[in-house]
């Protein structure tokens, strides 16, 4: 297999290909793995990424981003009192749960929500769901739609916490069995952490935290990636973690690398079953391959046009507008690879209409990529707006022109 390696990375240097060692030689030390640039969902590693396996406690991020949403639509506020449940109460003493003690049975959402994202409490996140729907199963199926709204399909949801059925026993969702999990895979793990990520950037906030201070018990993160922590990488602002027998130990991590937002999910670590913290070596291990084998390239700067981009004007004074960019457009350009161009679709075919003001929208510019080398098969594009404004001619003007293009498109 060295041999193989090594003739494949001579081949390619022959051939005049640039390519690096790094390149050529890593594979993520797990099962399951996918990594992608947050703002543009630009896939930048992916191994069997759309397996899908157990995953425990990263189903957190689902149920927390849910939360999320019942704060923002103000159907739960942050110091909205819950009440445990026998059900949640009694899985705080369970050996085979990652928890936290509830002992008063009343607690605000904003101290559930921090114990589920920070501690991986698997009580405070059914509580919370019950709170949110009136029953697990309901807050389950809202959960289960929530998927299917952003692309999932076939995902195995059964519960808010993503602890097995076998220990949840009568409290299962009704029909599922009883050694049912939750599975999803790496690429519908992505897409959850990106919505997160975009939808409520407050998550991270919380996420970055080292501890939990409740009831008198302080209770540490379980992201060992924080700072002081054994695995301590900067520019890691959360993660979400998680142990399954069937599953391993997995992480999800939400980082900046070369100052561009990354997503990196991994399954199953390789020797998750000797040495839990191997997901974090691995991690970190995925998140250097990154950083590492891109650089951030800027196709077009805010405030510039792309190769001389420019839109038709119908009675102008200019025939045309000079289009720029809103926003910076840019791109994680690996090692050995071209530049990629990107083209400008005007928003009105064939014209628009004077009078132009300054800075209104006249089409987009999108990247020529391959759709499916982004999370959401969408080539990213920015609007594209008028540098300057163009005036409209005199009225007897326009009027003629108008009976000329009415002449020549009916009689």
């Known amino acids: 297999m060295k041999k193989m390696i090594l003739f494949l990375f001579l081949l390619c240097t022959c051939a005049g290909v640039r390519v690096s060692a790094t390149e050529v030689l890593f594979s993520s030390s797990s099962q399951q793995a996918l990594a992608i640039e947050a703002d543009t969902g630009q896939i930048l590693y992916n191994k069997e990424s759309d397996t899908?396996?157990?995953?425990?406690?990263?189903?957190?991020?689902?149920?927390?981003?849910?939360?999320?949403?019942?704060?923002?639509?103000?159907?739960?506020?942050?110091?909205?009192?819950?009440?445990?449940?026998?059900?949640?109460?009694?899985?705080?003493?369970?050996?085979?749960?990652?928890?936290?003690?509830?002992?008063?049975?009343?607690?605000?959402?904003?101290?559930?929500?921090?114990?589920?994202?920070i501690a991986s409490s698997d009580s405070a996140a059914i509580a919370l769901a019950e709170q949110s729907a009136g029953s697990e199963k309901l807050f389950v199926d809202r959960m289960r739609d929530k998927l299917s709204s952003w692309g999932i399909q076939d995902p195995v949801l059964v519960n808010a916490?993503?602890?097995?059925?076998?220990?949840?026993?009568?409290?299962?969702?009704?029909?599922?069995?009883?050694?049912?999990?939750?599975?999803?895979?790496?690429?519908?793990?992505?897409?959850?952490?990106?919505?997160?990520?975009?939808?409520?950037?407050?998550?991270?906030?919380?996420?970055?935290?080292?501890?939990?201070?409740?009831?008198?018990?302080?209770?540490?993160?379980?992201?060992?990636?924080?700072?002081?922590?054994?695995?301590?990488?900067?520019?890691?602002?959360?993660?979400?973690?998680?142990?399954?027998?069937?599953?391993?130990?997995?992480?999800?991590?939400?980082?900046?690398?070369?100052?561009?937002?990354?997503?990196?999910?991994?399954?199953?670590?390789?020797?998750?079953?000797?040495?839990?913290?191997?997901?974090?070596?691995?991690?970190?291990?995925?998140?250097?391959?990154?950083?590492?084998s891109y650089r951030r390239e800027t196709i077009v700067a805010k405030g510039e046009a792309y190769h001389g981009s420019k839109a038709s004007v119908l009675d102008g004074k200019e025939a045309h507008a000079v289009a720029v960019a809103n926003q910076d457009l840019s791109y994680l350009l690996k090692t050995g690879e071209q530049v990629p161009t990107a083209h400008f679709a005007q928003a009105k075919s064939p014209s628009l209409e004077a009078p132009i003001k300054e800075g209104q929208e006249l089409g987009t510019l999108t990247i020529d990529s391959n759709p499916a080398s982004f999370i959401d098969?969408?080539?990213?594009?920015?609007?594209?707006?008028?540098?300057?404004?163009?005036?409209?001619?005199?009225?007897?003007?326009?009027?003629?022109?108008?009976?000329?293009?009415?002449?020549?498109?009916?009689?």
């Open 161 to 292: 916490s993503g602890l097995s059925n076998s220990i949840l026993g009568e409290n299962r969702y009704p029909g599922s069995k009883e050694d049912d999990e939750n599975r999803l895979s790496a690429r519908d793990l992505a897409i959850i952490a990106r919505h997160l990520y975009q939808d409520f950037p407050e998550a991270l906030k919380t996420l970055e935290k080292q501890n939990i201070s409740l009831d008198g018990h302080t209770y540490l993160s379980t992201n060992s990636l924080l700072k002081d922590f054994p695995h301590y990488r900067a520019g890691v602002q959360g993660a979400a973690v998680s142990y399954t027998k069937t599953g391993g130990a997995s992480c999800i991590a939400f980082s900046s690398e070369n100052d561009s937002p990354i997503i990196s999910v991994l399954l199953h670590a390789n020797d998750s079953d000797r040495d839990v913290n191997s997901r974090f070596t691995a991690t970190n291990e995925l998140l250097n391959y990154i950083l590492n």
């Open 377 to 411: 098969k969408t080539s990213p594009s920015i609007k594209m707006i008028a540098k300057h404004s163009v005036s409209q001619v005199e009225f007897y003007h326009a009027w003629w022109n108008q009976f000329v293009r009415y002449v020549n498109e009916h009689l």
């Open 52 to 117: 899908k396996v157990a995953i425990g406690g990263l189903t957190k991020l689902l149920t927390a981003y849910l939360i999320y949403e019942d704060l923002s639509k103000h159907s739960l506020a942050l110091n909205t009192q819950v009440k445990i449940s026998d059900y949640p109460y009694y899985l705080t003493v369970h050996p085979n749960t990652t928890n936290v003690l509830l002992e008063k049975r009343l607690y605000t959402v904003d101290q559930l929500l921090n114990a589920t994202l």
